[in-house]
């Protein structure tokens, strides 16, 4: 067996369109890795007192030098402080600040001003009268309250909103309770983005990986190669484990290489510290217990079995098959299919949605969408009494499912007859 395992490791790794693939997902990765921080643009003043706009590491210098004035915990004086900073500018400038005077004294306190509105007492009457949210409208002791504010809106939110039934409020609830609180805030520009971009490292490699399995089987049964191997002693069920094998340990390489190299370059032009930054400064009123750091790590590691998931029902295609259009045809449209279905079921708010959501979270690649399930949105599925978070139904389901389309393929490769 290990023989077996030897030769298909060769084999693969040899290959002159393999390597040409490793070579594509190394520089993808290098390309959204630089972009998370070339892709940030911000304003600096200049020694003449006028303003200039710049890009790249020094947009995020000039920023993280600004904001890194009030890193630490944010606590209640804090919030009291960027509320009255911001109301005695706009007072004294009549809401027209100079920008010059606006990235000197105002930016510092951005973030801490993008969450502020979340502690208006009377935000669900604002919302339903369109009413404006603007910082002025803001009472000293609201702000000074911000984070009972912030748990009743939450409240607010969970229950009329979305509408959630008692037992899932408690289970928001205790959610919430883990939160730390005074927030944490470190400058995380371009983390942000990194969140994101992550993503889409995943669904490239999760696709690059296809391509990869693609030819595993399919490939002999194109070429007649397979009948003769399965006239040997270990030409069946030993050489589907082996290729099986080698082909997962090839794409977890590729996928440490690409992480380790993405992670590696944004970790060296971005502001360390803002590893600690709690998620609330995406996500105010989230009820996840997560600081940036976290949320990739827990990314990182979702996404590694979301892929291995999709690259095992390649696999098991390839038993199938021997037409590589088919299987990589199918392959994409399993890994696009949880962007785009949510896509249709967010923006037309079907009845069913929470029951498509459900169905879209057991696919093999719903955990491509991990990071939106953490950060961006919040989805709760109901299981007879039990309530759970999405998350965990994603991770248990690509599990699961990875280790079904493992064995189902070493099934049908075995009993595979050629035609």
Not at 147 to 154: I, L, P, W
Not at 306 to 314: D, E, G, P, R, Y
Not at 380 to 385: K, M, P, R, S, T
Request: charged share 20%; with cysteine.
């Amino acid at each position: 067996m290990i023989n077996i395992l030897k030769i298909e490791f060769k084999r693969m790794i040899k290959s002159k369109s393999n390597i040409t693939i490793f070579s594509i997902a190394v520089v993808i990765t290098i390309l959204l890795a630089f972009y998370c921080a070339y892709g940030h643009t911000s304003e600096t003043i200049i020694s003449d007192g006028s303003y200039k706009i710049v890009t790249g590491l020094n947009a995020i210098k000039a920023d993280t030098d600004r904001q890194s004035k009030i890193e630490g915990y944010v606590t209640q004086e804090k919030m009291l402080d960027a509320l009255n900073k911001y109301k005695e500018l706009n007072n004294k400038y009549e809401d027209d600040v100079p920008i010059d005077i606006k990235i000197k004294e105002l930016d510092p306190y951005k973030e801490l001003l993008n969450i502020l509105p979340y502690s208006f007492s009377d935000r669900d009457e604002r919302m339903n009268n369109k009413q404006s949210f603007e910082l002025q409208y803001l009472s000293n002791e609201e702000a000074f309250k911000f984070y009972d504010q912030r748990s009743k809106n939450q409240r607010n939110e969970f229950e009329k909103i979305f509408e959630l039934s008692k037992p899932a409020q408690k289970y928001v609830e205790n959610m919430e309770n883990k939160v730390e609180k005074p927030f944490y805030f470190s400058p995380f520009i371009g983390w942000d983005t990194v969140l994101e971009f992550l993503g889409i490292v995943i669904i490239c490699i999760a696709f690059i990986g296809s391509i990869l399995a693609t030819p595993v089987f399919s490939s002999e049964y194109e070429s007649g190669s397979d009948d003769i191997m399965r006239c040997t002693k270990y030409g069946r069920k030993h050489l589907a484990i082996a290729k099986l094998i080698v082909a997962n340990l090839i794409v977890i390489f590729l996928y440490i290489i690409c992480i380790i190299m993405f992670f590696s370059i944004v970790y060296i032009m971005l502001n360390p510290k803002g590893l600690n930054t709690s998620i609330q400064f995406l996500s105010p009123l989230s009820p996840v217990s997560l600081t940036f750091g976290k949320a990739i790590f827990i990314i990182m590691i979702i996404g590694l079995i979301a892929i291995l998931s999709i690259v095992n029902f390649t696999l098991f295609l390839s038993t199938r098959s021997k037409s590589s259009i088919f299987i990589i045809s199918m392959s994409t449209i399993m890994i696009v299919l949880p962007m785009l279905s949510r896509r249709i079921v967010d923006s037309n708010m079907l009845d069913t949605s929470n029951i498509i959501k459900f169905l879209i979270d057991i696919l093999p690649s719903g955990g491509t969408r991990i990071y939106y399930e953490l950060v961006n949105e919040f989805n709760l599925f109901y299981i007879g009494n039990w309530v759970i978070w999405s998350p965990y139904v994603i991770v248990t389901s690509s599990i699961l499912t990875l280790i079904c389309f493992f064995l189902l393929s070493i099934d049908s490769y075995s009993k595979h007859e050629s035609i």
